[in-house]
């Protein structure tokens, strides 16, 4: 059979992957649902009657043709306001939106300076950049700046951080605004963990630090994650989107995203509008659960729990399904050394975020 000899390598490595639906009654502490709106039937509902009110409930085709509806226009008007952004435009997925900037933004003599633990759908098409792609040590500003200076270009300069680390739950660092700005860099930060997570705001990396949005900062999101849908917005200066736009092939070539998913995240996003602050306190309350774990208080809501051997994560996963949590334990490549990935989310009572504390002290 094609590819058998290559699966059993995989099965026998523990590196295989399988489609499973996990029983109902575990508690859910592997999902991006940071703040448990996947959840919210009520948010459900209003979408779908803000779809019911819309003479289509399919895109129908991409949005540089006649895919592109009022639903979608609301929603990027709404986001322009909400992050203070000039304009906007959306994708279907976030793997769809970096791949756009990665491959449109990054033009002839131009170089783009990329963290090394940046997301795959990014390090995807820096590889195919070429040397025009150069990776520096993960939230390390020293090494970028040294790079930099090493790198001469005639072209633009390009930085590409994520705001929230996925598989370390770190934040990237104010330095690498102010780098972009001596340096009149691009700067993309990929929000898909930070947006809803952290800042006073909850509205990201850039809320976080309390920068003022200036023409050279170039936000993507994920409309997943902490807002609870599907799909991916990319807000910038309206020369930059304008560009990205006509250019970009993974919009031009693809139906535009779905106008159900669109219709949730609008309403989504009004419900955190709407109670910033018990979200904001209910997050931290979720992070302080686990504080006797950590040396230094978790920086958003991913804990981590690095492993040198990926049989005996596997077996605490196991040990923690069976006291009825589920828990992310991640493999390479998606991480370079095995790890117990703790999602904590809004859903889960805090009550049972202290008893999964004290289970993890006795098995570490």
């Not at 990014?122 to 390390?140: E, S, T, V």
Request: charged share 20%.
């Amino acid at each position: 059979m094609p590819y058998s000899k290559e699966l059993t390598v995989l099965k026998k490595s523990q590196l295989l992957r399988e489609k499973v639906i996990h029983p109902p009654h575990l508690l859910d502490y592997a999902s991006n649902d940071y703040l448990g709106l996947a959840h919210q039937k009520e948010l459900l509902h209003r979408a779908f009657i803000r779809l019911q009110n819309s003479p289509r409930h399919a895109p129908t085709s991409s949005m540089a043709i006649n895919g592109y509806d009022w639903i979608h226009k609301n929603f990027e008007d709404f986001l322009i306001e909400f992050f203070g952004f000039q304009s906007c435009t959306l994708f279907g997925s976030g793997f769809l939106a970096n791949l756009a900037l990665f491959d449109t933004l990054v033009r002839k003599n131009d170089l783009i300076f990329i963290d090394e633990l940046y997301h795959a759908s990014g390090q995807y098409p820096a590889k195919l950049l070429g040397k025009q792609a150069i990776f520096f040590a993960h939230n390390n500003p020293s090494d970028l700046l040294q790079k930099i200076k090493a790198y001469q270009t005639k072209g633009r300069i390009l930085i590409a951080i994520e705001g929230v680390y996925s598989m370390d739950g770190d934040i990237a660092k104010v330095d690498f605004a102010h780098i972009a700005q001596e340096y009149n860099a691009l700067l993309i930060v990929d929000e898909a963990h930070s947006g809803g997570v952290i800042g006073k705001n909850l509205k990201g990396y850039f809320d976080h630090y309390q920068l003022p949005i200036l023409p050279n900062y170039i936000k993507m999101g994920t409309l997943s994650k902490a807002y609870g849908s599907y799909g991916a917005y990319v807000l910038g200066q309206k020369s930059i989107i304008d560009f990205l736009f006509s250019k970009a092939k993974s919009s031009i070539y693809t139906t535009a995203p779905s106008l159900f998913d669109i219709a949730l995240a609008h309403e989504n996003l009004l419900f955190i509008q709407a109670h910033t602050h018990t979200l904001h306190s209910k997050l931290k309350e979720q992070r302080q659960a686990l504080s006797s774990l950590f040396p230094i208080p978790l920086e958003s809501q991913i804990a981590i729990f690095p492993f040198t051997n990926q049989a005996r994560m596997i077996q605490i996963a196991e040990e923690l399904k069976c006291n009825d949590f589920l828990v992310g334990s991640i493999r390479k490549p998606t991480s370079k050394t095995p790890r117990l990935r703790i999602s904590l989310n809004l859903k889960n009572p805090l009550m049972q975020t202290q008893k999964l504390c004290k289970i993890l002290q006795k098995m570490l």
